[in-house]
């Protein structure tokens, strides 16, 4: 699955080792992965940035205390749920009773309440803070995303999705972005890769409604 290439990556690697383990430490980690102890600190740096993993100091034995790394609950998420077959499932059966436009018109509902929830978070002053809040409001949604500036706005960039499968079958499930990318950031946005017709990640170039000031890069 397309949507499982994050855990092809180091980081995504690591996630996993430690849901097997439930708990190490870097030195652990880098023994198992054939790395320095350093290099696995930089992507736990970064894993635990994006919500996935916490930080706790153990004490095995009369030794100082060692630091070791477990996963949180929006890293679980990441994981397969089959909550996507159901879905895939229920939107099946209302294409067939009431058509695409009844599948659009349920997109549209989820979309609107999606976007509520989005501005109550999304309250930046500047371009770079709203890109950095809607990025985190998306990780809490299990999505692993990050974004980077760009002249004139900034790309975000979603490692995974998981509603993938769903999307090939049933493409008004990426509406929802869509709408919230125009409500939340306004200005344009076109989305240059996507998930769910092959690509690696879901990626989007968006220009804000006024270019970015000095202050702003």
Known sequence: MQADRFFQSTRGRIVEELRRRKSA???ELARTFGLSPNAIRQ???V?????LVVEKSVRRGPTKP???FSLTGEAEK??????DKMLGAVLRELRQQYGPEGVSKVFDGIAKRTVAKAKERVTGSNTEQKAAQLAEVLREGGVVAEFSLIDGGFELREHNCPYSEVAKEHPE?????HHVLDETIGGEHIQTESIATGGAECRFEVKAK????????
């Open 25 to 27: 430490s870097a030195v």
């Open 43 to 45: 992507q736990l740096v």
């Open 47 to 51: 894993l635990e940035r994006d919500g």
């Open 66 to 68: 060692t630091y070791e």
């Open 78 to 83: 990441l994981f397969p749920q089959n909550y």
């Open 173 to 177: 499930v990426c509406s929802v972005i």
């Open 210 to 217: 006024k270019p970015l000031s000095a202050a702003e890069r």
